[in-house]
């Protein structure tokens, strides 16, 4: 059935709701923005066609009371609803009460997304169409001895998850038999609190994997294809700050396994629309369903980068119940693209919030680069929503051009007014590590301290040194400038200066 797509109404802020605008506006489609009391003069409020408010600054006053979205759609005379990502994106409900007011909504079925927001559900269907899960349970654990037999059969250590969790909420490791009851009440009770409902399942634990995830488009009529695969290991307290595609580790040959893994899996589920379904990776390159995202996920532009396919575009054409315009061969990846997530926190401070008016900004173009950001100068970050403000990617025809690429782009960058993850998302383009491909989800444990990050005492001696020799020399048109330890390192001296806005040719 088709369907005419004229206005969407973006039920989201920042970085992912001008993400959706602009394909509404290469696509001839209206946007509307809703917002906060607190984002009234933010930048997606400014760069789309029409904005309404939906009530105060705290999320579960405004971008989460569905109400009021779905009256801000009917005001607007939207025809449909893109919900971007977090707030009400995987939200059954929600898409359900958006369709039963006649509005379109852009992304899968309410029932695929209740099928998938149930872990032990998720994992019951990868098994019934052949795709590997870690060995656990079969559904909710109904009683210790139960736990304990598992535990016992699969060999410690195991890992307790939460079955209406996701996202490493409500998790616990457990090495030894003597912890396994406590555990288990703690987990529970985690549980409870965190979603409503205590049920636990157990998984062996698998140590020090990779978290990569497969990329999945399909439509309503049964076409499904993947668009290969994102590694998204380098994270911190489960929070993702850098991702890529392809993986370093992932050979055509296993692409080819876990990209057909997960269109089995979405083809069980009767899914459309974009979708991502993430898999642990262990040190032997065997794979593991985890869990599968029903939305459209932060780190969607690598995939864009490698692929050439833009998902926005393809998601409302879907949801206009149109056919996808390729199949599997055409699908071809092309080159490497990295994401550093920018977030606006202290990575000197253990990642502390920072708040506060962006006064100077200073973003990096040029060759390979794209930016996602949700920040004009000017602006201020609040303490109200996540503090991630813009998204930095980098292409290159290899993994090695695309790290170039990407360092000398967050050494241009400059944000003045809060700190950000900048100098972190640097320490990690440079790490040996990093750049062999050589990591896992354990690497920001193992390989991050502060003192491995520039410091801002260096820029401020650098630029101190900077003015003293500009003074000494500028009668002697001297290009190399000293340092106060005495070397001469002309170019870092001098951009340094620079960028304190001291001119010293
Ligand atoms: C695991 C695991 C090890 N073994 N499951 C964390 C988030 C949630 N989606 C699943 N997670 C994990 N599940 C088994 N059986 C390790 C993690 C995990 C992790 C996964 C992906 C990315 C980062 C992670 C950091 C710590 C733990």
């Known amino acids: 059935m088709k369907r005419e797509i004229k206005k969407i109404l973006i039920a989201n802020r920042g970085e992912i709701a001008i993400r959706i605008i602009r394909a509404c506006r290469e696509m001839g489609i209206v946007s509307v923005a809703v917002f906060s009391e607190a984002d009234r003069t933010s930048a997606h409020v400014r760069l789309a066609d029409e904005a309404y408010c939906v009530g105060e600054a705290p999320s579960a006053k405004s971008y989460l009371v569905m109400e009021n979205i779905i009256d801000a759609a009917k005001k607007s005379k939207a025809d449909a609803i893109h919900p971007g990502y977090g707030f009400l994106s995987e939200n059954d409900d929600f898409a359900k009460l958006v369709r039963d007011n006649g509005i379109i909504f852009i992304g899968p079925s309410a029932s695929s997304m209740a099928m998938m927001g149930n872990k032990t559900e998720a994992r019951k269907l990868a098994k019934k169409c052949g795709v590997s899960t870690v060995p656990g349970t079969e559904s909710g654990i109904t009683s210790k001895e139960e736990a304990m037999a598992v535990a016992k059969s699969i060999g410690f250590p195991i890992l307790i998850k939460a079955a209406a969790g996701g996202g490493g909420k409500g998790m616990r490791v457990v090495t030894e038999e003597s912890e396994l009851n406590d555990a288990i009440d703690r987990a529970q009770g985690e549980a409870r609190s965190a979603f409503g409902d205590d049920t636990v399942y157990i ?222 998302c640097l320490f990690v383009m440079e790490n040996k590590k990093f750049i062999e491909g050589n990591f896992d989800t354990g690497f920001v444990a193992q390989e991050f301290s502060p003192d491995k990050l520039t410091h801002k005492e260096d820029l401020i001696a650098a630029v101190a040194a900077a003015v003293h020799d500009y003074i000494r020399n500028r009668d002697q048109k001297s290009q190399a400038i000293k340092t106060s330890s005495g070397s001469t390192k002309s170019n870092k001296w001098k951009w340094a200066g620079r960028k304190a806005g001291i001119g010293l040719d």
């Not at 400059?414 to 972190?424: K, Q, R």
């Open 203 to 424: 998984e062996k634990y698998v140590t020090q994997p990779r978290h990569i995830e497969i990329q999945i488009l399909g439509d309503e009529h049964g076409n499904i294809v993947y668009l290969g695969e994102r590694e998204c290991s380098i994270q911190r307290r489960h929070q993702k700050v850098i991702e890529e595609s392809p993986s370093a580790v992932v050979s055509p040959d296993m692409r080819q396994r876990m990209g057909e893994s997960a269109v089995a899996l979405a083809r069980e589920a009767k899914y459309f629309s974009a979708g991502t379904i993430e898999f642990l990776v262990d040190a032997e390159l065997n794979y593991y369903f985890l869990e599968m995202n029903t939305r459209l996920q932060v780190e969607h532009p690598v995939t864009e980068m490698v692929t050439g396919i833009d998902l926005v575009r393809q998601q409302i054409l879907i949801a206009s119940g149109e056919k996808l315009p390729f199949n599997q061969d055409d699908i071809k990846i092309d080159g490497h693209a990295i994401e550093c997530r920018i977030y606006a926190e202290d990575c000197d401070n253990n990642f502390a919030p920072s708040i506060g008016k962006i006064e100077h900004l200073e973003p990096s173009y040029g060759p390979g680069i794209r930016e996602d950001s949700g920040i004009f100068e000017g602006d201020t970050i609040q303490i109200y929503y996540d503090p991630m403000i813009s998204k930095l990617a980098a292409w290159g025809k290899t993994r090695g051009e695309a790290i170039g690429r990407m360092r000398r782009a967050l050494r241009e960058y400059a944000i003045v007014g809060v700190e950000t993850t900048i100098p972190f």
